[in-house]
């Protein structure tokens, strides 16, 4: 076992990325990237500034500095969970982190042995550590330090960041998100309920029974997920929307084209929502318009699609540009990410001051 410097970083590109993965890593400058199972890499960076500060990391949506690791085979190695926990112990538990959090290396659904390692892993750690301030994942406050620990056939992984810094509050940043239950319209349910978990970690979001202003609501999928969350919905969409969202408490849907869509003049939103695919800066110019309906401080969820951007260079000079209009309209940036139910599209999120 051997303790690393905190200049090399764990670091995940999605499955999407993996044919641009050099490039990725090179504009992040990423020195003798090693290669793990499920799209990690291991690698030195020159600080944990030189991460946050680079616009490509937005091809890597959560990092870890490896404070820690055991290069292994966790199936060949006796007593592995016991040895493995007290050297986590030992190590971290002096720095009093809120919670430690295991997970495996590969989230794919095949993968039940690393899974169920994980989980024992962490049952076994908790033993060792002090009481924890946060008992699971989701009570952790963004902003103080966790132990974090990924292990798969590789062996184990572990450092301490905050999950801000992460960009997570899960080992990986992988975690199904459940939709709030009913009838699953589309996918993209499954992309707003786990956009509103990520955005915890850098804002609060709007609280139920706030007005949402949608754009791009056919079939249904999202909308359905805010309803589920006791928010009232405006939708607009060319396409309709799924029969079983007729009559839908709650919702009033608009049959119209976005850039023809006009609020009624004293009416202001509390948030809005846009998953309109075509151009993104057309997409982005509804949203402008439609943002000054927004109450101030209102919150805007962009999905940015990326079709015909081929390249990381390609993609990061397309979100530079929409970046810098929205800026300009008095749009504030939140946060931005690639969520896991994300393709080849960013979620962006900002507020209007
Ligand atoms: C990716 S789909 C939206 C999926 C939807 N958010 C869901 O949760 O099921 C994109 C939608 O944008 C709509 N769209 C694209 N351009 C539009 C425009 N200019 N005005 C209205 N709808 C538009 C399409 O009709 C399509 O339904």
Not at 114 to 124: E, I, M, P, Q, V
Not at 198 to 227: I, K, N, V
Request: proline share 9%; charged share 20%; with cysteine.
């Amino acid at each position: 076992m051997k303790s690393e410097p905190a200049t090399r970083f764990l670091l995940r590109l999605p499955e999407v990325f993996a044919p641009h993965a050099r490039e990725a890593l090179a504009l992040l400058e990423a020195e003798t990237p090693t290669p793990l199972t499920g799209g990690w890499f291991i690698t030195k960076l020159a600080n944990a500034g030189a991460l946050s500060g680079n616009e490509a990391v937005l091809f890597i949506p959560w990092r870890l500095p490896l404070e820690h690791s055991w290069p292994c085979n966790p199936e060949k190695t006796e007593a592995f969970i016991e040895k493995a926990a007290q050297s986590l112990a030992k190590k971290f538990a002096p720095r009093n982190p809120q919670a430690v959090l295991v997970g495996p290396l590969d989230a794919g659904p095949q993968n039940r042995y690393y899974k169920s390692l994980a989980s024992n892993l962490r049952g076994r750690a908790l033993q060792l550590f002090p009481k924890l301030p946060a008992g699971s994942a989701d009570e952790q406050n963004p902003a103080l330090p966790s132990l974090f620990c990924l292990v798969g056939k590789e062996g184990l992984f572990a450092g301490i960041s905050t999950p801000r810094e992460a960009n997570g509050f899960h080992p990986g940043g992988i975690k199904f998100i459940k939709q709030s239950g009913g009838a699953m319209i589309s996918r993209a349910g499954a992309k707003i309920a786990e956009a509103l978990h990520w955005l915890r970690l850098y804002t609060d979001p709007p609280p139920p029974g706030a007005h949402w202003l949608e754009l791009g609501a056919s079939p249904g999928g999202m909308t359905g997920e805010l309803l589920q969350r006791q928010y009232r919905v405006t939708a607009v969409d060319r396409a309709p929307l799924d029969v079983r969202l007729r009559r839908a408490e709650g919702l009033t849907f608009i049959p119209a084209d976005a850039a023809d869509f006009r609020p009624p003049p004293a009416l202001r939103y509390d948030a809005l929502l846009c998953d309109l695919n075509g151009d993104a800066r057309q997409s982005l110019r509804a949203v402008i318009r439609l943002g000054t309906s927004l109450n101030t401080g209102g919150l805007i969820v962009f999905t940015l699609k990326t079709p015909g951007a081929e390249s990381p260079d390609a993609i990061l000079d397309l979100c530079r540009r929409i970046e810098t209009e929205a800026r300009g309209s008095g749009l504030t940036l939140v946060a931005k990410t690639h969520l896991t139910h994300n393709r080849q599209e960013f979620t962006l999120c900002w507020r209007r001051v």
